[in-house]
């Protein structure tokens, strides 16, 4: 392996090389998109014009999938040993519920939804095993092979950015140690290493899309072109609406007023042609002539209705392109049936579940360098463990219970292993719910041993001679 300094410099090249590429997927994702076409000899009021035509519909792009996915616990498997079912006593679940990932989950969904890829670090501090999200805009991480590895054999994350001649900071891991860089203008310099406690790299990779080349991308940038087509149709929708979606009104064989000066004469301009007076003309006036030449007419307005068809086009190939059910971005859900409502959310659903698969094998890394972390050698092997995710689809708790009867019923499935489908159902109230189910049982038991004993015939007179014996 290369030493600390060659990786810290190699890893600080690739961020200078994506820098540019990553930056404008994090302008589009912040409405700064790139101006509509517009003459090089605008006005100010053109150029208004297309600061407003900036319609972002990104956000919308990364936020309906991240918020179909949130993490409710985790199954350890029976390969841990113990109960592999879902519970909050677990290791794993206690590292989570201390780095207070419950509400810092949705940030490393949304980093790797928009940028293509996100990082998630797993460190001992305090005597505590914590995961921290990394940004990709200052994260990167080498792979032997990037489609396939799931460990980086080195990464690192800039802490502070070198600013002038301010010294930067950031921090390199290997698969031992840990190093602060030093970022200088002369380049980075690799302090001493120490040893960070895990036998590989800390840092785990969420990826939204990998490909064989190990490329990752996410929802924004294939929607960039999408999105500059919007701008561009709402800026040419803003310059008819302002300039001509009203009838203009005009006059001829008329001379205006001529402008005069204190002996009468004629005000000439620069080119020697006499000024004319402005008029005072709005709706609430009307024109006037005394020579029968004068003419009066109108010009019709500009139609708006193919601008705002083609507007409403531009964001159906955008849904159909992105995946998105089209009444997400357009509100149009009036006179929907249920079934034709299910059927606009399956490719989203299909999206969600293949964003799914891949981070939740990032999450299992994760417990497993935790479990490496505290020195727990059997969990630090466990592959057969998964995450929990929750239920996000809508449906009424009458419909669910009906469901959930028929699956125990029917089907024999034990009702206990039906309980995390509950919608709603949280991890407390799970473990709530096997300890009073455990606390019923252990009472049942007890009744049918007396009974058994053949106590269950006893009349009221016997209680004293059962407590005597």
């Known amino acids: 392996m290369a030493s600390p300094q060659k990786l810290a410099e190699r890893l600080l090249a690739i961020l200078d090389r994506d820098e540019a590429r990553l930056k404008r997927i994090d302008d589009y994702l912040h409405g700064k998109h790139a101006d509509p076409y517009i003459p090089l000899n605008a006005d100010a009021e053109y150029r208004l014009l297309a600061r407003r035509a900036?319609?972002?519909?990104?956000?919308?792009?990364?936020?309906?999938?991240?918020?179909a996915m949130y993490v409710d616990g985790f199954r350890r498997g029976h390969a841990a040993g113990g109960d592999s079912r879902q519970s909050g006593d677990s290791p794993e679940w206690g590292y989570w519920q201390r780095s207070r990932m419950d509400a810092r989950?949705?940030?490393?969904?949304?980093?790797?939804?928009?940028?293509?890829?996100?990082?998630?670090?797993?460190?001992?501090?305090?005597?505590?095993?914590?995961?921290?999200?990394?940004?990709?805009?200052?994260?990167?991480?080498?792979?032997?092979?990037?489609?396939?590895?799931?460990?980086?054999?080195?990464?690192?994350?800039?802490?502070?950015?070198?600013?002038?001649?301010?010294?930067?900071?950031?921090?390199?891991?290997?698969?031992?140690?840990?190093?602060?860089?030093?970022?200088?203008?002369?380049?980075?310099?690799?302090?001493?290493?120490?040893?960070?406690?895990?036998?590989?790299?800390?840092v785990t990779r969420f990826s939204a899309s990998v490909d064989l080349e190990g490329r990752t991308v996410?929802?924004?940038?294939?929607?960039?072109?999408?999105?500059?087509?919007?701008?561009?149709?709402?800026?040419?929708?803003?310059?008819?609406?302002?300039?001509?979606?009203?009838?203009?009104?005009?006059?001829?064989?008329?001379?205006?007023?001529?402008?005069?000066?204190?002996?009468?004469?004629?005000?000439?301009?620069?080119?020697?042609?006499?000024?004319?007076?402005?008029?005072?003309?709005?709706?609430?006036?009307?024109?006037?002539?005394?020579?029968?030449?004068?003419?009066?007419?109108?010009?019709?307005?500009?139609?708006?209705?193919?601008?705002?068809?083609?507007?409403?086009?531009?964001?159906?190939?955008?849904?159909?392109?992105?995946?998105?059910?089209?009444?997400?971005?357009?509100?149009?859900i009036a006179n929907i049936s249920a079934e034709a409502l299910a059927a606009a959310e399956t490719a989203l659903s299909r999206k969600v579940e293949e964003f799914r698969k891949g981070f939740g094998e990032s999450w299992e890394r994760v417990f497993r360098l935790a479990a490496r972390l505290n020195g727990d050698e059997t969990n630090a092997e466990n592959f057969s463990g998964e995450v929990v995710w929750r239920d996000m689809e809508q449906r009424s708790l009458a419909q669910s219970a009906d469901a959930l009867g028929k699956l125990a019923d029917q089907l024999g499935i034990p009702k206990r292993g039906l309980w995390p489908r509950v919608p709603g159902v949280t991890q407390v109230e799970l473990d709530d719910w096997n300890a009073m189910h455990t606390e019923d049982d252990s009472q049942g038991s007890l009744a049918a041993a007396i009974s058994k004993a053949g106590f269950g015939g006893l009349g009221a007179d016997t209680g004293p001679t059962l407590a005597a014996a």
């Not at 900036?54 to 918020?67: D, F, G, I, K, R």
């Not at 305090?126 to 995961?131: D, K, L, S, T």
């Not at 690192?156 to 070198?162: A, D, H, I, K």
């Not at 005072?280 to 009307?286: G, I, K, L, Y």
Request: with cysteine.
């Open 54 to 67: 900036v319609s972002n519909w990104m956000p919308l792009l990364v936020a309906t999938p991240a918020q």
């Open 105 to 202: 989950q949705a940030a490393v969904y949304r980093g790797a939804i928009s940028y293509g890829h996100s990082f998630v670090l797993t460190e001992k501090r305090n005597g505590h095993v914590n995961f921290r999200g990394l940004s990709a805009l200052r994260t990167a991480a080498l792979f032997v092979d990037p489609a396939n590895d799931e460990d980086p054999y080195a990464a690192l994350t800039v802490e502070f950015p070198l600013v002038g001649e301010t010294e930067g900071l950031a921090y390199l891991w290997d698969d031992t140690y840990k190093y602060a860089v030093a970022l200088t203008p002369a380049g980075p310099k690799v302090k001493a290493g120490v040893r960070h406690g895990a036998d590989t790299c800390p």
């Open 218 to 332: 996410g929802v924004i940038e294939p929607m960039i072109p999408l999105q500059d087509r919007i701008n561009q149709t709402v800026f040419d929708l803003l310059v008819a609406q302002t300039y001509g979606s009203f009838k203009v009104r005009y006059v001829t064989g008329m001379a205006p007023p001529i402008e005069r000066d204190e002996n009468g004469d004629p005000v000439l301009d620069a080119a020697g042609n006499p000024k004319p007076l402005p008029i005072d003309h709005n709706a609430r006036r009307f024109l006037f002539a005394e020579d029968e030449g004068v003419k009066f007419g109108s010009l019709d307005e500009t139609p708006l209705d193919g601008y705002i068809a083609s507007i409403d086009m531009s964001i159906r190939h955008l849904a159909s392109v992105s995946q998105t059910p089209p009444h997400h971005l357009l509100g149009q």
